[in-house]
């Protein structure tokens, strides 16, 4: 399958859809969100799908489309969702999502209802695995605009995160699930060579084709971690498995801000393989750990060690990033329920935006008592801000 090279910017894609894309780039976003705006050339409103971060400067690109009918979410991760609230405010354009709490002024989603708006027909497309609350919305009657010599292709789907248009997507903890991913990739293999209009990256032809090339190389990287188990558990004396030694022996080359990610999906195959696990720094020493890849993502406290102070302005990934704040805010998280899945796309942002973001699981107070702890290990320092990462 060759993947067309494509920048990805704002600008109509097809004959019913256009993107808008977000100014959030990064690892886990790529080129940023695409929020998508689908519209029948006629009618004067549109379908948001996926407002994306509220920022400024998106709601008013997204709002240049023309009036607001509805508003569509492909899955709850902020970086697709988190301006959903106030672009309905401002159109007064009802939200509708699987998960009921993200509706607003509407009922949620049902996979394989059609819903007709702007001119178009939408049908609803369970797609869970990425997450559980994951769909896609596939437009049968859209088309690209230029004709290609095969003709007619057949339609486009909106993915969301189920298919992103470069690369392999994440299965998000808390409630993504590969078995039920590989029963969505079937799924969208039967649509035929409709576009991909993929929650993040290109558009990508012929979704039959993509879908079973993600199914395959999910396949791959399942043997992969088969592999690796049975090798521990081979191994003499056998071998801990813990998510972060599986990850060393998988992803040893892998760029440290996608160690996360790494994490994620590896103790979704662990889970999905029935492989029981315990996550512990304990363990990961035991296991031995790949020279050239640095451990900030399961450090534990360095007591003693000097360390750039972090404060409430600094970004997530810099807490992250740092030998006494990350732990501490790992294990906030872990405290708070707050699913590290979520925040990762976040990463650039202030820690103080997460008490917002968290609808009330981060209080303020805790987010000043972990500035305190961060940098009492440290030279005490003062908040001010700073931007490692
Ligand atoms: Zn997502």
Request: proline content about 7%; aromatic content about 4%.
């Amino acid at each position: 399958m060759t993947v067309p090279t494509q920048e990805v910017t704002s600008g109509r894609l097809t004959l019913l859809v256009t993107r808008v894309l977000a100014p959030n780039p990064g690892p886990m976003t790529l080129e940023g969100t695409n929020t998508y705006v689908i519209r029948h050339p006629d009618s004067r409103g549109g379908v948001v799908v996926d407002p994306g971060p509220d920022d400024d400067d998106h709601m008013r690109a997204v709002s240049g489309h023309g009036d607001v009918h509805l508003i569509l979410l492909t899955h709850f991760h902020p970086d697709h969702t988190e301006a959903a609230g106030r672009l309905s405010a401002l159109t007064g354009a009802p939200v509708r999502a699987i998960d009921p709490d993200f509706c607003i002024a509407a009922d949620a989603l049902q996979p394989d209802e059609e819903i007709i708006a702007a001119g178009t027909r939408i049908r609803i497309v369970g797609t869970p695995g990425h997450t559980a609350d994951s769909v896609s919305f596939h437009l049968e009657e859209d088309r690209r605009l230029e004709q290609g010599p095969l003709g007619a292709s057949e339609g486009s789907m909106l993915t969301g995160d189920t298919i992103l248009g470069r690369g392999t997507t994440v299965i998000a903890q808390p409630d993504g699930s590969i078995g039920e991913y590989f029963t969505s990739l079937e799924r969208l293999a039967q649509f035929g060579s409709a576009l991909v209009l993929p929650g993040h990256g290109p558009m990508l032809d012929d979704l039959s084709a993509v879908a079973v090339q993600h199914h395959a190389v999910r396949t791959e990287m399942l043997r992969a971690v088969e592999g690796v188990v049975s090798r521990f558990s081979e191994s003499s004396p056998p071998r801990e498995v813990t998510v972060e030694a599986v990850s060393d022996a998988v992803y040893s080359t892998l760029p440290r801000h996608l160690r996360f990610a790494a994490e994620m999906s590896v103790s979704a195959q662990l889970a999905h393989l029935g492989v029981p696990v315990r996550s512990g720094v304990a363990a990961l020493d035991s296991a031995g750990v790949t020279a050239s890849e640095p451990h900030a993502l399961s450090n534990t406290a360095r007591v003693g060690a000097h360390a750039t102070p972090v404060s409430a302005t600094s970004s997530l990934g810099a807490w992250l990033d740092h030998p006494e704040g990350g732990p501490l805010v790992r294990n906030l998280f872990g405290q708070a329920g707050v699913d590290e899945a979520v925040v990762a796309p976040l990463a650039k942002l202030p820690l103080q935006t997460l008490v917002t973001l968290s609808q009330g699981r981060l209080t303020q107070e805790l987010v000043d008592d972990l500035v305190r702890r961060a940098n009492s290990l440290g030279d005490g320092s003062d908040g001010r801000p700073q931007s490692a990462v």
